[in-house]
């Protein structure tokens, strides 16, 4: 039996007021509510909205890489 897998990739938005950081965590956990399998991602493009001369909310554009396959 060889050790290969086989993932899919989607990509998500996930945003938040507070951080970056946080927006990442908001976009994983609710993914993760109906993809399952999920090994990693990749921030692919971060940004933001302003308002009023302030950072709004940051908006975080994730690939996560879920596996179909252990085979």
Do not use: C, P
Request: hydrophobic content about 35%; aromatic content about 8%.
């Amino acid at each position: 039996m060889s050790d290969h897998r086989t993932y899919k990739k989607i990509e998500i938005v996930g945003t938040s007021r507070s951080s970056i950081d946080d927006a990442i965590n908001n976009a994983i956990t609710e993914a993760s509510r109906t993809v399952r399998n999920m090994d990693w991602f990749e921030v692919v493009d971060t940004r933001g909205h302003i308002e009023n001369g302030k950072v709004a909310h940051f908006q975080v554009t994730l690939k996560i890489g879920f596996r179909i396959s252990d085979s």
